[in-house]
């Protein structure tokens, strides 16, 4: 069973720059699909970044601010976020995904391992 704990949440002002890491283990991250998602109070669930073993997906509200990348080594995922904005505030969760039905690459459905969440506030 994969366990998954993120990291690196925090509060910031507008324009500025988190790194949020996602840790697993139990199970290799290098061919999985990975996910981060978000959620913020009063919000549904929605896909940030997705990560395969050749192609990324991301969210149109993050595309050219948001990196998602992993390191084998180190059995981790991370998304490297930049020039945040108020609207970015959620709970942010690492997903994976091994066996699960498939509804796309940013569809929470498609994952079925997930981590506790890490906070981002952006203030403005």
């Known amino acids: 069973q994969v366990q998954l704990v993120e990291s690196g949440g925090g509060s910031v002002q507008a324009g500025g720059s988190l790194r949020l890491s996602c840790a697993a283990s139990?199970?290799?991250?290098?061919?999985?699909?990975m996910g981060w998602f978000r959620q913020a109070p009063g919000k549904e669930r929605e896909g940030v970044a997705a990560?395969?073993?050749?192609?990324?997906s991301y969210a149109d509200s993050v595309k050219g601010r948001f990196t998602i990348s992993r390191d084998s080594a180190k059995n981790t995922v991370y998304l490297q976020m930049n020039t945040l904005k108020p609207e970015d505030t959620a709970m942010y969760y690492c997903a994976a995904r091994y066996t699960a039905a498939w509804y796309g690459p940013l569809a929470p459905g498609s994952y079925n391992a997930w981590g506790q969440g890490t906070q981002v506030t952006v203030s403005s």
């Open positions: 139990g199970a290799s991250v290098s061919n999985a699909r």
């Open positions: 990560i395969a073993a050749f192609d990324t």
